[in-house]
């Protein structure tokens, strides 16, 4: 099993890198507030996992279960809402504070609004996300999808009311039809990935995934465990692992965690621009044809490259299998743990930090990232069963072995 590590020969130390401070939890007081304005919302669980760290030589694995979220299944809502909810508050040009959803469907408002079409390309989360919200403030959403994406998700979307189909394109392909349609017929893009000309909406949606972070390090602080030493972030565009690393960093300044960025072999756009050290992101083209949907991306997002180009301290390239190995650790534990259900994008950081702590070709991983008794992991299963034939040949029937990849 071929597993790829390239370590970050330009990381850099603390306050000498991309600045952090919109990330910052304490400039992203609003993100979590109006986030509590959903019926919904509730911090997801971080689950402490003793028997998995033991077995793994560390002194501690934590794991946030984003599969609770809003009842969506995967974080991405928190993206997609908030970023809807700040488009909204500065078109009727009050705060965001003053808003919430009931607010929003009000006549008087919703009349001041009109209607407004939010479109987007989604692997399938971040989509389900916005039609959600699209249908929370009464508005509507046209989501596109890439080739070959599971029919589970597309009618999860559609079950939300907007208007969903899959395209014949790979994903940044569809990103790219989405944008010019959406120019053509006065829809506002709501993408969660930036590039040059195209950045408030995205780092909007970056913040909204704060919230996630900002949870867990509360919930770290009421449980009184140290802070994490490691992080483990999966990455499409980048966007999540971003943010995730930002409010981090951000808030635990020079004893910030070491962060580890996770991709699959066939869309790793992160690792090679880390492995090009010439500070420029890199893309991956062709049919980025991975287990892990919602990280078959290939173009790094433009706001988020230069935090994980600075602080980064290694990004992983790996075989589907590891995900899948990922997805069946989390669902059959050892000892007592709690069983924690993650889809493939969710599980892989699991199946990574297996490899690292488990196997001989792991061994200059933990010693060149200091993983060992005294650390503590923190990881992210950002999704739950969100094409279940696929968990269900994963995890019960052992498709995507290592012994058959
Ligand atoms: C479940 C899941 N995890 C992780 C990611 C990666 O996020 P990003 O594209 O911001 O890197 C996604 C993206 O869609 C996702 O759906």
Redo the contacts with the bound molecule.
């Keep these: 099993m071929m597993v790829d590590i390239c370590y970050n020969s330009a990381r850099r130390p603390f306050g000498q890198g991309a600045p952090l401070d919109a990330l910052a939890p304490a400039n992203t007081g609003d993100v979590r507030a109006f986030h509590r304005t959903f019926r919904e919302y509730a911090p997801t669980p971080l689950h402490d996992l003793p028997h998995l760290a033991g077995e793994f030589g560390l002194g501690r694995i934590l794991i946030k279960d984003e599969s609770r979220r809003f009842g969506l299944n995967?974080?991405?809502v928190l993206g997609a809402s908030y970023a809807i909810g700040r488009y909204l508050a500065e078109k009727l040009g009050r705060p965001l504070s003053s808003l919430d959803p009931d607010r929003l469907r009000d006549p008087v408002l919703r009349e001041k609004l009109g209607d407004i079409t939010f479109a987007t390309t989604t692997?399938?989360?971040?989509g389900r996300g916005v039609a959600w919200t699209a249908r929370q403030m009464g508005q509507k959403a046209v989501v596109y999808m890439p080739r070959g994406s599971a029919s589970s998700r597309v009618e999860n979307i559609r079950a939300l009311g907007a208007e969903c189909s899959v395209t014949d394109l790979n994903y940044d392909d569809a990103v790219r039809m989405t944008w010019a349609r959406a120019r053509e017929r006065g829809w506002v893009m709501v993408q969660?990935?930036a590039w040059d000309g195209y950045e408030d909406i995205p780092a909007w949606i970056m913040q909204g995934y704060t919230t996630l972070a900002a949870e867990a390090l509360e919930q770290m602080r009421t449980a009184g465990t140290q802070a994490p030493t490691h992080v483990f972030l999966?990455?499409?565009?980048?966007?999540?692992?971003g943010a995730v690393l930002g409010c981090l960093a951000a808030e635990l300044g020079p004893d910030m965690p070491v962060f580890v960025i996770v991709e699959p072999h066939r869309a790793n756009c992160i690792y090679r621009s880390v492995l090009a050290a010439d500070g420029r992101p890199h893309s991956v083209a062709g049919d980025l044809d991975t287990l892990m949907a919602?990280?078959a991306?290939g173009e790094p997002?433009t706001i988020s490259w230069p935090l994980l180009r600075d602080y980064a301290a290694a990004c992983v390239s790996c075989p589907d299998c590891v995900a899948a190995d990922g997805m069946r650790i989390l669902a059959a534990p050892r000892g007592g743990d709690v069983p924690v259900l993650s889809?493939e994008?969710?599980a892989v950081t699991t199946g990574v930090l297996q490899w690292i702590m488990q196997s001989e070709e792991g061994a200059e991983a933990r010693e060149k990232l200091r993983l060992n008794g005294t650390s503590t992991v923190l990881l992210i299963s950002?999704?739950g069963d969100?094409s279940p034939s696929t968990y269900r040949d994963v995890v019960w029937f052992g498709r995507h072995s290592r012994w058959s990849e």
Excluded at 123 to 126: E, L, Q, T
């Design positions: 995967a974080f991405k692997d399938g989360n971040h969660d990935t999966q990455a499409g565009v980048g966007s999540f692992a919602g990280l991306c997002n889809g994008s969710g950002t999704e969100t």
